[in-house]
């Protein structure tokens, strides 16, 4: 008689439990396609009335997105514009137009930098990707391992077709073998079919070289037509999420990276994480380290069931 052992399958929550580093990265348009932003009807344009489409999707998406993001420090990028001092076009500068540090602090660092941008930087163009993929490919070029486990999402919000097509599916094919997802925000009333063969649901993206992609990273977001459809408080939400925890999946899988034992925060319990790493009973020898009560990393109080 052979006795079988059901296994759990793991899930992304169980990677996240486990310490897995989330972190974003977020990279907006800035070509001429967008309008005058002096002009109401331009994408950008900074209204004291009403978000406009670009700020709408960073505050909905980004704040989906951003929770997961350990440190809450967000590399944020613009592309296709023309920046001071000189008005160069650059594919891709630091939205706050700090060359040392592109990080800002949470989705409202994100919006500051952003509306900041839209009054400083010239709008140009063309739309081209690759420059932003690049980038987040070199955040996502860390060596994965079982015990240090980390997972990057780009956000690109942008208004129109891309204009560096084979580029953009060549970076994307060599970003699959990454701990990447990316997500592409579509706003303003493009047809976006380039954006809808990135996504690659149907057929996967082959490089120039003939590489096939290792798993799909690219998930298409239509931001005015789902708001149309569901309203500001809708599936726009449900829709950015729905791929990233099987794509996260996928990469660890595929490293046979398994989820490590829940870590306990600050602002949870055991009883909310579930069963833990650590035996029951009471205090004794390692994993626990010796020294008296309330030392770390016991909390200080009265003496309880390990881990106390």
Do not use: W
Not at 80 to 91: A, D, L, R, Y
Not at 110 to 122: D, G, K
Not at 124 to 132: E, H, K, L, V, W
Not at 198 to 225: C, W, Y
């Amino acid at each position: 008689f052979t006795s079988v052992k059901a296994v759990p399958k793991a899930s992304f929550v169980d990677y996240i439990r486990g310490g897995c580093q989330i972190s974003l990265i977020t990279a907006v348009d800035f070509t001429a396609s967008n309008g005058n932003p002096s002009d109401p009807n331009c994408l950008h344009y900074i209204s004291p009335v009403k978000d406009n489409e670009y700020v709408q999707a960073i505050k909905s998406i980004a704040s989906v997105l951003a929770p997961y993001d350990s440190d809450q420090m967000i590399p944020s990028f613009g592309f296709g514009g023309q920046i001071p001092p000189h008005f160069h076009v650059s594919h891709c500068f630091p939205l706050d137009l700090n060359t040392q540090n592109p990080e800002v602090y949470g989705v409202q660092g994100i919006l500051n930098a952003y509306q900041h941008a839209v009054r400083t930087v010239r709008l140009y163009g063309p739309t081209n990707f690759s420059s932003i993929l690049d980038k987040a490919a070199q955040y996502a070029s860390v060596r994965e391992n079982q015990q240090s486990q980390s997972y990057f999402i780009l956000l690109i919000i942008t208004d129109g077709e891309i204009t560096d097509m084979a580029d953009t599916v060549d970076r994307i094919v060599a970003a699959s073998k990454l701990p990447l997802s990316i997500v592409i925000v579509g706003v303003g009333g493009a047809e976006f079919k380039n954006m809808e063969i990135l996504d690659a649901d149907d057929t996967p993206l082959r490089s120039r070289n003939g590489q096939t992609m290792a798993r799909d990273i690219v998930q298409f977001v239509p931001f005015r037509e789902l708001m149309r459809k569901a309203g500001p408080n809708g599936c726009v939400a449900k829709e950015t999420l729905a791929e990233i925890p099987g794509q996260l999946m996928a990469f660890m899988k595929s490293n046979n990276i398994k989820p490590n034992p829940p870590v306990l925060r600050r602002s949870e319990t055991t009883e909310q994480l579930g069963p833990q790493p650590y035996p029951s009973g009471p205090q004794g020898p390692a994993p626990y380290p010796s020294g008296p009560q309330g030392h770390a990393p016991y909390p200080s109080g009265p003496q309880g069931p390990a881990p106390y």
